[in-house]
């Protein structure tokens, strides 16, 4: 589960999109171009939200539960921050404890989705926002965070439905942001630097985990090129 004290998130500070408006602004005076990117960016200045759909999902058949927003900030992934990484975590801890924890806002954590031992799916903040998980704020802002329910010293925890669920849900994920599935762009929280955590743990299956996203990948594929247009191939949604 993501760290408590996620301190280099919690800088709520004016980032990346400030100062791509700043520097819009600076040329609104001189360039059309700039005036028309202003009026396309509105939303990102301080203390201007971007619409959102209340309950909207990323992925199809997900139940929504919104995290408490002292555990996320707004983003507009992948515009403001390239996201090329999946993080595996575990709750170590039930379900329902973890939506609580990320309900909580003095939790100071939480993560986009959480994958249960029956294979159902929680999301919890939206892909486009930056989820308190890794515990790096690089991390954070480049990543997708998935929970899994259970413990890391209880390989019966990880059930098939679970492995199942998890790999379709990462491959959606992968086809959606363009991200390699390999062990380098789809990780562990044990291996984001700076971290104390230890899961997913030894009994994670790894190789069985990205066979199984390679082949959600495949079919996620094909039924993008049956349902693509003559001449076209279209543009991922939520919910794809």
């Known amino acids: 589960m993501g760290a408590k004290g996620a301190s280099e998130d919690g800088d709520r500070r004016i980032g990346r999109r400030a100062l791509i408006v700043g520097g819009l602004a600076a040329a609104a005076g001189t360039a059309a171009l700039a005036r028309d990117e202003l009026a396309r960016l509105w939303w990102r200045l301080p203390g201007i939200d971007k619409p ?74 939206r892909e486009l926002d930056v989820a308190y998980h890794a515990g790096n704020r690089d991390y954070n802002e480049r990543s997708i965070g998935i929970e899994h329910e259970g413990f890391v010293d209880r390989p019966e925890d990880f059930t098939d439905e679970m492995y199942a669920a998890s790999a379709r849900l990462t491959a959606r994920i992968c086809a959606r942001y363009g991200i390699p599935v390999d062990r380098k762009h789809i990780i562990g929280h044990v291996e984001v630097p700076g971290t104390d955590h230890t899961d997913p743990g030894p009994h994670w299956d790894w190789d069985r985990y990205l066979k199984l996203v390679r082949r959600a990948g495949t079919a996620v594929t094909e039924e993008k090129r049956s349902a693509a247009p003559a001449g076209g191939s279209g543009s991922p949604t939520p919910g794809s």
Do not use: C
């Open 52 to 125: 959102r759909k209340p309950g909207e999902v990323d992925f199809a058949g997900a139940r929504w539960v919104a995290a408490s927003d002292a555990n996320w900030r707004g983003a507009d992934r992948p515009d403001d921050f390239h996201v090329d990484m999946v993080v595996v975590h575990v709750t170590q801890g039930s379900l329902d404890s973890a939506v609580k924890a990320f309900q909580n806002p003095g939790h100071k954590a939480a993560a986009h989705y959480i994958v249960g031992k029956d294979g159902r799916i929680t999301q919890m903040i």
